[in-house]
């Protein structure tokens, strides 16, 4: 009888909407490099979170990448795709914030508003990438974390 007690008091721990965001938004803060790795891809193939192609580089665009001053860390060729790498500032200072339980994708990078008033929603994950991370990383983690959280063995 004991344990059913101590299961039962546990279960309201969960009780709460704010419980389980607290617990949902931990998990996103732990797991935040998957998120930030998808968003990474997303953007080296020039697509934004709609799954759409944002762009692709012109003429001009690849021989200033052959013969500028700063060359990129990736190639830049006509008709190809937005890769979003020149220097490697917005992918090395991506991060996802959280506030008030809300997650917010974004870069350090000085280029940053830049490049979103340009090429608008580039920060975020399409709904395939969304559907991955939350089926195969949130969801296992957030079961693992209610079965402790209530005492049961998972």
Do not use: H
Not at 13 to 21: I, V
Not at 55 to 61: K, L
Not at 126 to 139: A, G, P, S
Request: aromatic share 8%; with cysteine.
């Amino acid at each position: 009888m004991g344990t059913l007690l101590k299961l039962s008091q546990n279960l309201q721990l969960l009780k709460s909407r704010d419980a389980l965001e607290r617990i949902v938004f931990a998990l996103v803060r732990e797991y935040e490099e998957v998120f930030i790795r998808l968003n990474k891809e997303q953007l080296s193939q020039g697509r934004d979170i709609f799954n759409i192609e944002i762009g692709t580089y012109s003429r001009a665009t690849e021989i200033e990448s052959l013969f500028g001053e700063v060359r990129p860390i990736r190639p830049k060729t006509e008709g190809e795709p937005y890769n979003f790498e020149w220097t490697g500032g917005l992918f090395e200072g991506m991060e996802l914030r959280i506030n008030n339980n809300v997650a917010v994708f974004t870069s350090t990078d000085s280029k940053t508003d830049i490049l979103v008033s340009k090429y608008g929603d580039i920060f975020g994950l399409t709904d395939d990438n969304l559907r991955e991370v939350v089926q195969n990383t949130l969801l296992p983690a957030l079961r693992t974390e209610i079965c402790r959280t209530i005492g049961l063995a998972n």
